[in-house]
């Protein structure tokens, strides 16, 4: 049976220690867009999730040195494409790994507007199309918490999740 090992309550945390953990909690994969071309902005993140069903709410943590951080901000919305296993390529590039910034990394892919006017990408599992609601400032990122104003969702496909420096596909057990 494995074990753990306790850190006493008064020892700091070891950053390395955490995010070696934090490798072994599989994320969903998704793109946070924002903006009006010429002038939009996106980033793949896994720190997103559902806030509530009353009304439809949703959040996403955006690192504050991020390119569309200060547009979200500004246009005070947001949209949450959460990604298919076929999505891995465009994952990449929004990661940043390619070098590309801004409106060049919505070269690929095929996008619209919904409500607010953030992109959308057309075939992503789901968007969720918000007016941001509050942004809390904590440590190097901002909570967004977002009022969903549209979504789309598309059936039967399966969402990319990204888990030990890896991206998968969830498996039914």
């Not at 793949?44 to 040195?65: E, K, M």
């Not at 918000?130 to 909570?143: E, G, K, L, P, Q």
Request: hydrophobic content about 40%; glycine content about 10%; aromatic content about 6%.
């Amino acid at each position: 049976m494995p074990s753990a090992t306790p850190l006493s309550e008064t020892s700091p945390l070891d950053a390395a220690a955490f995010r070696a953990a934090m490798r072994s909690v599989p994320g969903t994969v998704s793109i946070v867009t924002t903006g009006r071309a010429p002038n939009r902005h996106g980033l793949t993140l896994t720190a997103g999730c559902s806030l509530s069903a009353a009304p439809p709410s949703v959040l996403v943590c955006v690192n504050r040195s991020a390119g569309a951080h200060d547009t979200i901000l500004s246009s005070r919305s947001f949209c949450w494409n959460i990604l298919g296993v076929e999505h891995r390529d465009l994952a990449l590039k929004f990661s940043g790994q390619d070098g590309s910034k801004g409106d060049i990394r919505f070269g690929d892919g095929l996008w619209c507007d919904l409500k607010t006017g953030a992109p959308s990408l057309v075939g992503a599992v789901c968007s969720f199309d918000c007016r941001v609601v509050n942004a809390y400032s904590d440590s190097s990122h901002t909570i967004f918490t977002g009022e969903v104003v549209a979504q789309t969702t598309r059936a039967g496909c399966e969402s990319l999740v990204y888990i030990d420096g890896c991206f998968a596909a969830p498996k039914a057990v």
